[in-house]
């Protein structure tokens, strides 16, 4: 693992390679940073010890191993020392690192295309492709929730379920899918101009130990993937929940989307966030893609897991890009006002770090019908987008290539 993370981040910013003297004279530093470098009182600090905050959040250490894990199997979010100190709110280590940079009396450079100030990228896992196909067993499962929640006496929890089972028995009946968006979230990016990144699972069948999901083979994939593709969208992979760390299944899923597509696929999240740091990096890179973006949170955290909103590398001996991501979509986004405040949020505190905010919004919750309050905001979101002038919006592919051209610029 290298311990370049800081130097790296430096010369991105910079374009300049920074010498550190271990005899350098100590930094004074906020207290909003004394925590993050291992101490409460602290309040100047050697350089020798920034770099080694920053690699240890960065590298993700606190995750190897033995870390303690939740029941998908990932590493537990409330272990997470960002956010046990309540510092994973903010970009802690871009704006550390802005703050150090001010210090030395270095000067920062544009990285983003046209000048501009920061960059939002736009994504959207791909859990499910339609909501009609093996409606029966979506069926017994609704029928069974509302079965155990009559046992239970929760007679609002019933309610829901036999609401649910009747809407869908309806759109049934009109042949109406409101799990299939992708020409509703093409339309309304293209009417702003922006272009996202579609991550598809690469499964061999609908149904499997993965629940009730889509073949890769299913002609609508192919029949979306081209559409989206000849309009400039980008097409990821977003591997499967089950074996997340064997190398060949990765490579399999690989091969079969792009055999589909009949392009080359470049980047990879994993369905449910299943990775584990360094081993998913490392087999990311042997799979021969170019970046990950699985730096965030599921479940309905969200946040900076690893204090950045900046793409890095994150293994010295692959050029392998980290691209982290900071907002998921919920099902449903019951409070659309509190949900866009934090968005709001979320943007300020990546511009004034020229860092990249990137959304993952699924493509099955963006139809009120599907998911309330989703389609709203993600409206909404773009719609605000739209109107920042300092902002330009960036696919994944997009957003490495600034990075490796800016890299070579240095
Ligand atoms: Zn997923």
Not at 109 to 123: D, M
Not at 141 to 147: A, E, G, H, P
Not at 266 to 273: A, E, I, M, N
Request: hydrophobic share 35%; charged share 25%.
């Amino acid at each position: 693992m290298t311990s370049d993370f800081l130097y790296n981040r430096i010369h991105l910013l910079t374009g300049n390679k920074l010498n550190i003297d271990p005899s350098d004279p100590p930094i004074s530093i906020p207290q909003k940073y004394y925590l993050l470098l291992g101490n409460k009182q602290k309040k100047q600090v050697f350089l020798s010890e920034v770099v080694n905050a920053v690699h240890s959040i960065l590298s993700r250490k606190e995750e190897y191993g033995d870390a303690t894990l939740d029941k998908w199997g990932r590493f537990d979010h409330d272990k997470s020392f960002l956010v046990q100190n309540g510092l994973d709110q903010s970009p802690i280590i871009d704006e550390l690192i802005l703050y150090i940079l001010n210090q030395l009396d270095l000067k920062t450079r544009s990285i983003w295309p046209e000048g501009k100030k920061f960059a939002v990228c736009l994504t959207h896992d791909v859990d499910a492709i339609d909501g009609l196909s093996y409606l029966w067993l979506r069926r017994m499962n609704w029928y069974w929730r509302w079965v155990s929640a009559r046992l239970g006496n929760n007679q609002q929890e019933a309610d829901k379920w036999i609401s649910t089972l009747k809407k869908w028995v309806q759109f049934r009946k009109l042949n109406f899918d409101p799990m299939d968006s992708f020409d509703q979230i093409q339309e309304l990016e293209d009417s702003h101009g922006f272009r996202s990144t579609f991550f598809f699972m690469s499964l061999c069948h609908g149904l499997s130990r993965e629940g009730r999901r889509y073949s890769v083979k299913n002609p609508r994939v192919a029949e979306v993937s081209k559409k989206l593709l000849e309009g400039g969208w980008e097409i990821g992979l977003h591997a499967d929940y089950h074996d997340p760390l064997s190398l060949s299944s990765l490579k399999k899923q690989r091969q079969r989307l792009e055999d589909v597509i009949q392009k080359e696929i470049s980047g990879c999240r994993h369905h449910y966030l299943r990775v584990r740091f360094p081993d998913s990096w490392e087999i990311y890179a042997q799979a021969g893609f170019n970046y990950s973006s699985n730096m965030g949170w599921g479940s309905g955290f969200q946040g900076f897991r690893a204090g950045t909103c900046l793409p890095y590398q994150p293994i010295r001996e692959h050029s392998l890009l980290e691209v982290p991501f900071q907002l998921m979509d919920t099902n449903p986004i019951a409070d659309i006002e509190s949900y866009m405040n934090m968005f709001n949020q979320y943007l300020e505190l990546t511009k004034s770090v020229g860092g990249c905010l990137v959304l993952d919004f699924h493509q099955e919750h963006f139809r009120e019908e599907a998911a309330s309050g989703v389609g709203k905001v993600y409206k909404n979101i773009l719609d605000t987008i739209a109107r920042d002038q300092d902002v330009v919006v960036l696919t994944m592919n997009e957003v490495c290539k600034t990075m490796k051209q800016i890299g070579k610029l240095a």
